[in-house]
């Protein structure tokens, strides 16, 4: 009886453990810079990652996870920024860890929809200047399409406080309006992230 007792004690503490919330850390990101804030303090309450079997993500890591965000590192100077109370989540291609935009070098940060596909994003893609896009799947094709909008034009997210870097992303949503690109994405890219190319 004493046998049975004990176990269903271990059993009740490891199901409490696997149920247990995770709590906030204190830590607010005020600028992209700030999830390096994050990175440093190593809290993770998520430890599991979905890879959607895709397996460009199954080297993914949690680096951090509370009850506000989630930091996700591919290995390619790339990080995912889940916003938990925002419902989003978006990544950044960047060469320095402070998501400093150096002239001439590649920077980019996706707005992904719940399978890590990036459906928007704010990058330079041949070009000198940073354009919006809209990136669309259909039916084994890629859709490019470029905001004509005057506030889309060159968009510097460094220098750009995190509100209103999340502000943007509803307006990339939901204002700015598109024109169809003749230039697209490799159709490899129709079900592996983009974002997974990584920086030269």
């Keep these: 009886m004493i046998r049975y007792s004990l176990i269903a004690i271990f059993l009740f503490f490891c199901s409490s453990k696997e149920t247990e919330k995770c709590i906030d850390r204190g830590i607010k ?4 810079g700030d999830i390096d804030k994050l990175i440093k303090d190593g809290y ?3 430890t599991k990652f979905n890879h959607f079997n895709i397996e460009e993500l199954k080297n993914c890591k949690i680096l951090f ?3 506000n965000y989630k930091i996700v590192y591919n290995g390619y100077k790339t990080r995912l920024l889940f916003d938990k109370k925002e419902n989003l989540i978006i990544a950044i291609n960047s060469i320095t860890p402070h ?4 002239k001439d070098r590649p920077f980019s940060l996706y707005i992904l929809n719940e399978k890590l596909m990036p459906v928007y994003a704010i990058a330079r893609f041949g070009e000198s200047n940073f354009s919006v896009f809209r990136i669309e799947y259909l039916n084994g094709k890629i859709i490019l399409s470029k905001a004509i909008d005057e506030e889309s034009k060159n968009i ?3 220098n750009m406080k995190y509100t209103q870097i999340v502000d943007l992303t509803k307006k990339i949503k939901y204002k700015f ?6 230039q697209t994405l490799d159709n490899y890219f129709y079900k592996v992230p983009f974002w997974t190319e990584g920086l030269d």
């Design 65 to 67: 996870s509370d009850q």
């Design 177 to 182: 309006s598109y024109k169809k690109e003749r």
């Design 44 to 46: 993770k309450c998520e």
């Design 99 to 102: 998501f400093k935009i150096i």
């Design 156 to 158: 510097n997210v460094c």
């Design 29 to 32: 990101v005020e600028y992209l």
